[in-house]
């Protein structure tokens, strides 16, 4: 917050910078490249919102109905793996399965897909990066969802099936109301993580041929502030950032209090 309001150089210090009020921010809302990172940051959380968050609980309650418990502990070991796999090596692997002559691309080659480094065309930036996101984290992000479908009382499903209750109406009744405090939870945090689309995934995906639709906050922040040493100005846009990061987290939380009676606090 000190340095997003003064002109700051290591020499000088945090408190010895000159002072230069809110003139970083208002650089930032005249740039050029403002409305393009604003853009671009709102398209890919929402998408990655809507795609992203509701697999981990479809796929917990896929696992959660497996009967063999060893086959389920292979699908969760699985779909566990590629998060403890570094990002630049995910990324790696991404660059070569879309490339000119990657597994992907040729896959698609057979049913009319022309054959073209994916990552080079902007309209496929942002699946390639949903799609990705969600192998890499559907897995782990599933755990919480386990844990909560775990601790429902088995008597529930047992007077259900009594009542007459097949699969799905257990689900709707039971299943899902008991969910329904944790989804809440995970809705609100992953809310407030929107806009800190991460930079390094980014970063190793996008090229000059996909800045138009790649280049987020995040991205520019990293750009101004170690690239072309201007702190003050990347703490200013970082700082904007984590404003609009809590709005978001207060809105969906006060929305859930509304809706449901309850929310994060």
């Not at 989804?183 to 996909?210: A, D, S």
Request: hydrophobic fraction near 50%; include cysteine; glycine fraction near 6%.
């Amino acid at each position: 917050m000190i340095i997003s309001v003064k002109n700051y150089t290591p020499s000088r210090g945090f408190w010895n910078s000159p002072w230069v009020g809110l003139q970083h921010f208002r650089d930032f809302f005249q740039d050029y490249y403002f409305f393009r990172v604003l853009r671009n940051t709102i398209r890919i959380s929402i998408l990655s919102l809507v795609f992203t968050f509701p697999m981990p609980i479809i796929l917990a309650l896929l696992i959660n109905e497996l009967k063999n418990k060893y086959y389920a502990r292979i699908i969760q070991t699985i779909t566990y793996l590629p998060h403890f796999i570094s990002i630049v090596i995910i990324a790696g692997i991404v660059v070569q399965l879309t490339s000119r002559t990657g597994g992907i691309t040729q896959f698609l080659n057979l049913f009319g897909f022309p054959r073209v480094t994916m990552l080079n065309e902007p309209a496929m930036f942002v699946p390639i990066y949903i799609i990705s996101g969600i192998w890499q984290t559907v897995g782990w992000s599933s755990i919480i969802y386990l844990s909560a479908l775990a601790a429902i009382d088995q008597e529930l499903y047992e007077a259900a099936m009594i009542d007459g209750a097949g699969k799905f109406r257990q689900l709707i009744s039971i299943t899902i109301p008991c969910l329904s405090e944790t989804v809440v939870i995970m809705f609100i945090l992953q809310v407030g993580r929107m806009f800190n689309v991460g930079y390094e995934k980014i970063m190793l995906l996008y090229n000059p041929l996909t800045y138009e639709v790649a280049d987020v906050i995040s991205t520019y922040v990293y750009r101004k502030g170690l690239i072309e040493f201007n702190w003050s100005y990347s703490a200013a846009v970082g700082f904007f950032n984590s404003v609009i990061c809590f709005v978001l987290v207060v809105i969906t939380n006060k929305m859930s209090h509304k809706l449901r009676g309850s929310g994060l606090w």
